[in-house]
């Protein structure tokens, strides 16, 4: 009975993670997006 209030807390935890985890590849594709426009603006120009 006692340990039914540490499934719940781990379960938590994880759940948030997800959350985390979306915020770092977003991260991670904007600055691909920034460098690949960064690119292809200087192609242009050439």
């Given amino acids: 009975m006692l340990s039914i209030p540490r ?15 979306q915020v770092i590849l977003m991260s991670i594709n ?3 997006f920034k460098q690949l ?3 292809a603006t200087e192609k242009i120009k050439t």
Wanted: charged share 15%.
């Fill in 37 to 39: 426009s960064r690119l």
């Fill in 30 to 32: 904007f600055e691909h």
């Fill in 7 to 21: 499934f719940y807390s781990v379960a938590g935890t994880m759940c948030s993670r997800a959350v985390l985890i």
